[in-house]
């Protein structure tokens, strides 16, 4: 069966950078898109952006477009999201998920809580 | 692209019906039949329940329907259940990017 699974929790201080991966299975990675959302403690979700794993091209909410990125590792079948000059309202659950054709998520990744304090 | 707008919470009792409302703008929810519809549980990932507007994915109950009109799409939940008490977001597609709603808490009272 079709399921993402993320890296686990983690902590940093204010200025440094957190990578999280993202792994699917049960079906091809590149057949895909892979997006990515996150959620701060009591907020509601916010989408961030778009990975196409076939081209490694992505696209990325304006509000993140300074900070953020977004690759995969095609070899071991994995997407990232990296975030740099973390501050403490980048804690959050980030999540991915599964885009099938027309813009819904049929499957997401279990969350990983980064916290951000000094 | 800002949020779409959906109220703050909502409440019913046991077996009666409720709605959601999402209003966005021509830009999203008006210009595509793309609005997809989540659940979500306290520490859970967020659930599919409705796609492409009114379609329910295998599996989920169908006492959950999705309509739109205009700008505005809604969530429909008929014979509520304490099960159903959970936090709904509308999102959608929106070109390029896409757009999620603030979120719904639905109490079952």
């Known amino acids: 069966q079709v399921q993402l699974v993320q890296s686990g929790p983690e902590v940093r201080q204010p200025g440094a950078s957190v990578k999280v991966s993202c792994k699917p299975s049960g079906y091809t990675f590149t057949d895909y898109y892979i997006h990515w959302m996150r959620q701060a403690p009591g907020q509601g979700l916010e989408w961030m952006g778009w990975l196409n794993p076939t081209s490694g091209g992505s696209h990325y909410a304006q509000k993140f477009r300074a900070w953020v990125t977004m690759t995969r590792d095609t070899s071991i079948s994995t997407a990232y999201l990296e975030v740099n000059n973390l501050k403490s309202d980048d804690t959050a659950t980030y999540y991915c998920?599964?885009?099938?054709?027309?813009?819904?998520?049929?499957?997401w990744g279990q969350g990983t809580l980064v916290a951000v304090s000094s | 692209q800002s949020a779409l707008t959906q109220p703050a919470s909502v409440s019913g009792s046991p077996g009666r019906s409720i709605t959601i409302s999402c209003t966005g703008t021509n830009s999203d929810v008006g210009s595509y039949d793309l609005v997809s519809w989540y659940q979500q549980h306290p520490g859970k990932a967020p659930k599919l329940i409705i796609y492409?507007?009114?379609k329910r994915p295998s599996g989920v109950s169908n006492r959950f329907s999705g309509s739109k009109s205009g700008n505005t799409a809604s969530l429909t939940v008929s014979g509520l259940q304490g099960e159903d008490e959970a936090d709904y977001y509308c999102c959608s597609y929106a070109g390029r990017d896409r757009v999620f709603g603030g979120g719904t808490t639905l109490t079952v009272l």
């Open positions: 998920a599964r885009e099938l054709n027309s813009g819904f998520y049929d499957h």
């Open positions: 492409e507007v009114t």
